[in-house]
């Protein structure tokens, strides 16, 4: 009986995990596309699209439980479409290891999020994981260099993504009696719809592409985003907010090293001290998510 009993909980953790690895690597096959001259743009309208179209009948299921509800899945298509264009933008063209770092301040943005819009104490943990964040973004950023050296777009996007994902987090709250696909939907649709108006705005089409790139996109969108979608809400669906948090740095820690060892990336004194108070700052606000009243 307790094997039983355990079996869907190890089914969520591992589901939770294969979406970190999904997610952590997905630079890989972006810098790839890059180097085919498919930029991230295009990557996410057709990508993200196909995932929105298999997911959609499921939508169609539960509209009747969305009376009432419209504002909030259209705020949850901004934020999560904003969070997840921008980061992908960002690891498609920028360095891979400064990116999740960045976006991985989202804790910070969370804590701030719930306290102003949830009305959540600032916990003695949460105070000091939000310092620890702070420190690690300091440090990131290069430590004392930070007042002399401007931000990048790249650090503007990653840094946007990680402050509209914890906004999108807190809206998700509010919005917990959602399904998990109409979440997925909205996310994903957000992000197609912004990341088409970044393909106008750069004058890009998409029908500007051959049959194989159509192919290898489409595959893109089949074999890593709709199963890492699927395996990250159907893991984030069965197990507490605070372990799936812990969980979910799993896709942080996958990115970095992947980055360096696969990516041939460096990671400076500045970047790596930074990730060690970032991610104890994420395991800190994850614990304290877990010991917070329902």
């Not at 987090?169 to 994903?188: C, E, F, K, Q, S």
Request: aromatic share 8%; net charge positive.
């Amino acid at each position: 009986m307790l094997k039983l009993s355990l079996r869907p909980r190890q089914k969520a953790v591992s589901a939770l995990l294969a979406g970190s690895v999904f997610w952590g690597l997905l630079w890989w096959p972006l810098k790839s596309l890059v180097l085919l001259h498919i930029q991230g743009s295009v990557v996410q309208v057709y990508a993200f699209g196909i995932s929105v179209l298999l997911l959609l009948p499921n939508v169609w299921g539960n509209l009747a439980r969305l009376r009432g509800q419209i504002r909030l899945v259209l705020l949850i298509a901004a934020l999560g479409g904003w969070a997840t264009t921008a980061l992908v933008t960002s690891l498609a063209a920028g360095s891979v290891v400064r990116v999740m770092l960045l976006f991985y301040l989202a804790p910070v943005w969370t804590i701030l999020a719930a306290k102003i819009f949830l009305g959540e104490a600032f916990t003695q943990l949460r105070l000091i994981a939000l310092a620890l964040a702070l420190a690690g973004l300091a440090a990131t950023l290069g430590g004392p260099e930070i007042f002399s050296t401007p931000l990048s777009m790249m650090d503007m996007l990653a840094l946007s993504s990680g402050l509209t994902f914890a906004l999108n987090n807190v809206a998700v709250r509010i919005g917990h009696d959602l399904p998990d696909t109409v979440r997925a939907v909205a996310i994903n649709t957000g992000c197609v719809v912004i990341s088409f108006g970044f393909m106008c705005w750069n004058g890009q089409s998409v029908f500007a592409l051959d049959i194989i790139q159509i192919a290898i996109l489409s595959a893109l969108g089949l074999l890593w985003i709709l199963p890492g979608t699927l395996a990250t809400f159907y893991g984030v669906a069965r197990l507490d907010a605070g372990k799936a948090a812990i969980l979910l740095l799993a896709e942080l820690l996958v990115g970095v090293f992947s980055a360096v060892w696969i990516g041939g990336e460096h990671l400076s004194l500045h970047e790596m001290a930074g990730g060690i108070l970032i991610l104890t700052a994420a395991v800190i606000e994850a614990r304290s998510e877990n010991s917070a009243p329902a």
